[in-house]
Each structure stands twice: as structure tokens, then as C-alpha cells.
């Protein structure tokens, strides 16, 4: 069904408890690891048509919006008032569903994840009840930090129907440059360098030589074929200067060559907007392949070993592999480029993403800096979370008694059978 | 008792389960709104002799600290790393009570709240058991963000052991300054405008003439007796430089004075550890008093109307008042300084105290933005979250079926009522 407002979906929600009918919310559909399929079948509830922004609150720096409007809509609406919403994943997704996944993107290490920049969230239980998770005020110490447990919750807890996020000033002054260097190792420890020294990177990206050419042959540009950053800078115009010198100092350190600078806006933005095109240049690269994206991230200081560590299994691989990612978080993807029909490739694809989540868990990273679980990485909880999956579920069985939220979606598959009808009556009674 | 690791936590924790013990957690006792009375009696469990860094990672900054490590503790032991823990809430509380009541100070304008910096904790449970609520990466979309559920939870979901906290880079400079204003509303829009201008102030700090008086006389200072700002910038030497030009800007356009900077790092340490006094720089202005602190935070664009809307309560008032707060994040403090023997003035205290939180609501406010709910705010919570407390009261009885951690704080007491002996025995067995 098609939501236009949260008492559609509260309605939606209480005829679906009624048949004990699983309920899986449905945005821009550019979720990765499978959320939004109906796995235990049921209704799906499209917000998209939820496309509109309530308020925008320049005195607060903060907007509020119905789940549907997505990122780009958001900025666009925002043009003329000097402000912006910084969180990019590659995709043009919903507000909803990047608050529902804790989705982040490139500005993340200088502007945090949704996470970080959801004020509050209008929620619609699983007894089609609707609770708003905090108030407007910048931060709270009044009870438990709803926000945080529904952002990244995708749709187990809850059905987010409005989004208040943080807005910022677009900075004064934005410097935009690209690096290549001899080496990935080379590339990641001049990223580990810059994040230890404290300079306030606003984005900072790996791509590596195969990346590199998909960049080229996609957006026609001819940047060098070799492990290149991309660094974006922002500040007051002798701030960035500054802070454009620290880093050439770092990078030349680290033996990468001169930083190229965008020199305008329009240069810069067409950079960026390759950038989030790869998904789509790496898939040119192997017609009729298809992508899949690891999405590890560990500690900074690790995230070199991570790397070294998969690389022998990446070289080895009988399909293209890209490797690009938020670095500066610690977080990166390889792109496994494979032939869908091949099952030979599908297994070895599988095994190159089970062993660099192993590598990042022995890290004390996580299986998806990102992306999120659905169900693509819920065999990793266990490991991952230990005792404290047991925390998840027992919430899980709290608030969704009947099990109807999105099943079969964060947890490993065998706890839904937990959910039988007369378990089911049990607990709705208590 | 006394617990030294977190096994002594395990063993107490399984010991209080077996005879439905309420179970108190105790750090340095600086809480605010009675977080570590023991309301249903029990068992008070003393951290303050799990004081052990575990870890600092310098290549990751990040550190692992045991709950009673206080912040002082930590600051001082990192000393000559060049990085610091930047969340400063006056007095010197340990890191896990810090983390147990969400809890921020002067810094949080520009390095965040607990929220912000807490990486993750060890958990132990109702039941006993141990958990981590997060690995260390910087980021992750692995499921519940069980952090920040157990961060501002005051020891009602279970009881924190050990804490991982972000570190930062010491700035290369630093400059502090003070600057007076012709009236308090002039002092509050100068900061919402440097706010709205999005300018990085690290703090930026009010204190009426009252406060100032006091800090004169406990600190031997001689500023003058007006509303003042105390401010300070971090960053690279020409970054500050351009902040402190816009700062003067700003400030200039609200008729502030001339901006007095602290030209020592020792000067600027004074001016610093005299704010952190002032509770005890109040105190001696009325001895014999007790001072009640109110802890309203509003929507920035709010908080001139909140302040004026007060003031003729504040005014009114039969016993001298202080009005200080961290204006960056729109929260402030009302210093109620009472004869603790006259129920008059408690009786007025609570009318104010309840006037600006109800005020604070209804600009979209929260009635806490620092202190945490104990069981002094414990009455606000349903005007707060209306149905959403319904959902913090379903995640309380799913983790903690006997009702045995910290009962009587969060959620007004009535609640309480339902924790029967035999909804109890219905509760653990589901």
C-alpha cells in the first residue's frame, strides 16, 4: 500500500496487527542488504508518496520532513537559505530510510552518521500507536534515548513516518582536491595520519586503481590510474588554508603526489557526483555483472592491517574487484563485480566477504559501517554481538509481541521461529 | 558494597536477582536528582574502586576506562599524549556515572555529550550477565544501538563496568575570552547568532551579575558585574585568528564589550576551573543555603524567550537566584539559593523550578539537558514523551522483569506499583 500520512500507517499497522500480518516499510528501495524484501510475506508499506518537508527551521539549524522526502530533495529545498543536510550515501534515498539503515556516506567523518544528526522521529508502534522519540532541543539527559534504538532499528521496532534532522551552514570557504599515491598502504596510512593529527577533513575517500578507471571511463575525467584521495576541506577561507597546507605536508610524508585542486564549485560538484556514481562506472566496467559491496569498518589505527589482510584473496579473485570507501572512518567496500549466473563466482564472492567481516570482527570492527543488516549480514550477530544480541531481542519481543515488524530482518533466521502463534498470545496478554 | 571488577558486579547482580534485591549503582555521588538513593532500599554497589585505565589507544583515539575512573582521573593520566577527553560536567564525576546520566558541560557545544563519546560499554545485566553494547570502530549499522540506550539509563537497564571514550587532538591554539553585554537578552542573542553563523566556539558560556559576583569574590577576579560571556576557540593558529575576528563581529552587533582574552594557558586554566566552581562560589554567597539547579534545554532559536519568559519569577523571588548556563546548546541553569529550613522558599523554588520546565516543553524543549531524570524530574516524564514513555517503560520491564535496577528513578513512581511479586514471577518466566 501507499502511505500519504502517519495515520495511513497507523491504520496500516493496526489492520496488519489484526491478521498478524508482517509490515515491511518500503522508501527509495535502495536498501543493499535486502530490507525491504518480504520474507515471511505481508504488506508492504511505500512512503515515498510521504514527500513533504513540515518545517525547516533556520533560527534552530533543523529541519523536519515526512520519511519520504530524500536527501537530495531536502538539499535542493534548502538551497537559498545557506544551510544544508550533509549526510550522502551514494544513493538518493529517503530521510526515512537512511534514519532506519544509520545510513552515513563521505561527510561522515567531519558530520557524523544519521546517527548523529537525527533530532527526533515520529514512530508508529506495533500496536499502531504514535509516539515522537525525543523533542527539538539540540540534547537531553530525560530518559532513554529512543531516537538512537529506532535509527538503525530498519523497520523491527517501529515505522518512522517523520524525520527531524540537523542542518549546517554551508561553509564559507570549500576546497576540494585529489591525490594519487604509490601505493594503497601508502593512501590509508596518509588517511590515518591525517585523522590522528585532528585536521577536520569533511570528506576523505579511497579509490584504488581499478576504481580509478571506472571513475575515468565513466565520467570522462583522466585522473592517473594509480590508489588516489579524495579530500574535501571546509572552514573560513585562512582555516582551509591552513588546514590545505597541514595536508600536503601529510601526503608528502606519505610519498602521494600533488593534490589537484577542483578550482570551482562546478568542478568540485561534478567530482562528487562521479563519486557517488561508481556504484553504476564499476558496473560498466563488466556488462551483465553484478556489484556486491562489502561494508566492514574497524578502528582507524587497524584499518591499514584490514586491507593487507584481504588483498591476497582480492588478487586472487577470478572477477574484478574495486576497493573504495569512507576511509576516514575506517570504513571501505570492495566491489565484487560477478557474473550472477556463475555459481563458482557467487561462492568465492561469499567467502571474500566472510573473511574480511571475520578480519574486521577480529579487529573489534563491525560487519556494516552502513549499510545495515537485513538479512544479508544476519548470520554475522552472533559473533558481533554476543550476549548483547540477546539485549536486541529481548527489545525486539517487547515491543513487537507479535512479531510483525519486518521479520526476519537483523536477527539470525532461527529467532523468528520463536515466534509461534501460541507464544504469540502469550505475550501480547502480558 | 564494593565492587573491583566487573565479576564483583556479575556476583552482586546474581546474589540481588535471587532475592529481589533493588540494586543502586554508585560512582562519586555527584549527581544532581537523587540518581543513587536507594527509594525501595537494597543494595548500593560503589564503583569508585574500579579505577583502572584499561587501555588508551593512542593510534585510534580512543581509551577504555573502568566505570569509576572519574574525568579528571583520565585527563591528567593522558597528559602528555597531546589528546583529551573533552566532556567537562563541573564536578569531578567518574566516567561511568557520566555515562549513566547522558551527562555534557561547558565543551559539549563543539565535541558533543556522552551521547557523542561514548564508544561502548560493558554491561552487566539484571540477570547477570556481561555484555559489550558496541565494538570500537567509529561507526556501524549492526543492529540496536544498544550504547546509546544504556548511556543516559541511569542504572535502570543495567549496570555499566567499563567505558570506551573518543579522545582528541589537543588544538594547537587555544583562546579564551570573556565579554560583558548591557543586558542578559543581548548576552543570549549574541550566542544564538554565532551559533546560527555556525561558528565552531569549543564553549561559549553565560553567567548573569549575580554569578559574576560570586565568581569574583570565591576566584579574586575582577570582572565587571554585568551579563557576561565566557568563550573559547579551538584550531589552527589563523583558524582561531578568524574566528576571533568574527566572534568581535558578532559580539559588537549585540553591544558586547570589548572581548578580555586570557593570553596564558595558565590564566585560561584559572578562568575555567573558576566556572567549574561556581556551585561552591554560590553557596558562599548565601551561607547555610542549598542550591537547586533547574536544567531546561530548548530549540537555540528559543532560548531568549525561555530566559524572558522566567525572569519575573527569578525576580520575584525571596532568595538571590544565578542564571548560568551552556547557551550553545540552548541549556541553562537557574541557581536557587534556599534556606533549606523554610518551606516558604521551597515552595517557591519548586514553582520556578516547575515553571521553566513547562516552558521549556512548550517551546519543544526537554526538562533535563544535563542532569539526568533521578526521581526529582521523574513527575515530567509523561508530559515529556507522552506515549513514548510507554515504549522506555516496555524496554524497563523487558530487561529488568523484577524491577531490582535502580527502581524509583526515570519513570514516575507509580510505575513502580506494577513490579507485584507475582507480575514479577509472570515476567521472568515469559
Given at each position: 500500500m501507499f502511505a500519504e500520512s502517519t495515520?495511513?500507517?497507523?491504520?496500516?499497522?493496526?489492520?496488519?496487527?489484526?491478521?498478524?500480518?508482517?509490515?515491511i516499510p518500503f522508501g527509495a528501495g535502495t536498501s543493499l542488504e535486502?530490507?525491504?524484501?518480504?520474507?515471511?510475506?505481508?504488506?508492504?508499506?511505500?512512503?515515498?508518496?510521504?514527500?513533504r518537508i513540515l518545517a525547516v527551521n533556520e533560527r534552530d539549524l533543523d529541519a523536519t520532513v515526512e520519511a519520504g522526502v530524500t536527501r537530495e530533495q531536502l538539499n535542493i529545498h534548502l538551497r537559498d537559505t545557506g544551510m544544508f543536510f550533509p549526510v550522502d550515501p551514494g544513493a538518493n534515498a529517503t530521510i526515512g530510510g537512511m534514519s532506519a539503515t544509520r545510513a552515513s556516506g563521505t561527510n561522515a567523518v567531519r558530520y557524523g552518521t544519521m546517527r548523529e544528526n537525527v533530532l527526533n522521529l515520529t514512530v508508529v508502534t506495533a500496536q499502531g500507536k504514535t509516539l515522537r522519540t525525543a523533542r527539538r532541543a539540540r540534547k537531553s539527559s530525560a530518559g532513554y534515548d529512543l531516537t538512537r534504538l529506532i535509527v538503525g532499528s530498519e523497520g523491527t521496532l517501529g515505522i518512522i513516518t517523520e524525520v527531524t534532522v540537523r542542518l549546517y551552514g554551508i561553509p564559507e570557504q570549500v576546497a576540494?582536491?585529489?591525490a594519487s599515491f604509490p601505493s594503497i598502504g601508502q593512501a590509508v596510512n596518509a588517511v590515518v595520519a591525517t585523522i590522528q593529527y585532528g585536521l577536520p577533513v569533511a570528506r576523505i575517500e579511497l579509490l584504488d586503481p581499478f576504481s580509478i578507471s571506472a571513475f575515468n571511463a565513466h565520467s570522462g575525467s583522466h585522473l592517473p590510474v594509480a590508489p588516489?584521495?579524495?579530500?574535501?576541506?571546509?572552514?573560513?577561507?585562512s582555516g582551509v588554508s591552513d588546514?590545505?597546507?597541514e595536508l600536503i605536508d601529510i601526503f608528502t610524508a606519505h610519498e602521494g603526489g600533488e593534490i589537484s585542486f577542483a578550482t570551482s564549485e562546478q568542478e568540485r560538484n561534478r567530482l562528487w557526483r562521479a563519486r557517488h556514481h561508481m556504484h553504476y562506472a564499476l558496473l560498466a566496467q563488466r556488462p551483465g555483472a553484478k556489484a556486491w559491496g562489502t561494508d566492514v569498518?574497524?578502528?582507524?589505527?587497524?584499518?591499514?592491517?584490514?586491507i593487507a589482510r584481504i588483498m591476497p584473496d582480492v588478487e586472487a579473485a577470478p572477477f574484478p574487484v574495486s576497493l573504495l570507501g569512507h576511509v576516514g572512518d575506517g570504513n571501505f567496500h570492495l566491489g565484487l563485480l560477478i557474473d550472477p549466473e556463475s555459481a563458482d563466482e557467487m561462492a568465492v564472492a561469499k567467502g571474500i566477504n566472510e573473511k574480511v567481516v571475520n578480519i574486521a570482527l577480529a579487529l573489534?570492527?563491525?560487519?556494516?559501517?552502513?549499510?545495515?543488516?537485513?538479512?544479508?549480514?544476519?548470520?554475522?550477530?552472533?559473533?558481533?554481538?554476543g550476549e548483547g544480541l540477546e539485549m536486541m531481542w529481548a527489545i525486539k519481543r517487547a515491543l513487537d509481541p507479535l512479531g510483525i515488524l519486518n521479520p526476519g530482518k537483523i536477527f539470525p533466521a532461527g529467532r523468528f521461529a520463536l515466534y509461534s502463534p501460541a507464544n504469540a498470545d502469550h505475550e501480547s496478554g502480558g
Open positions: 495515520v495511513d500507517v497507523v491504520d496500516a499497522m493496526r489492520m496488519a496487527a489484526s491478521f498478524r500480518l508482517p509490515v535486502g530490507h525491504t524484501d518480504a520474507l515471511h510475506g505481508g504488506l508492504s508499506i511505500d512512503l515515498s508518496r510521504m514527500s576540494a582536491g585529489v588516489t584521495l579524495f579530500v574535501e576541506l571546509h572552514g573560513t577561507p588546514q590545505t597546507a569498518c574497524v578502528p582507524i589505527g587497524s584499518l591499514a592491517e584490514c573489534d570492527g563491525t560487519s556494516t559501517g552502513e549499510h545495515g543488516v537485513g538479512f544479508g549480514k544476519a548470520g554475522y550477530m552472533n559473533d558481533e554481538h
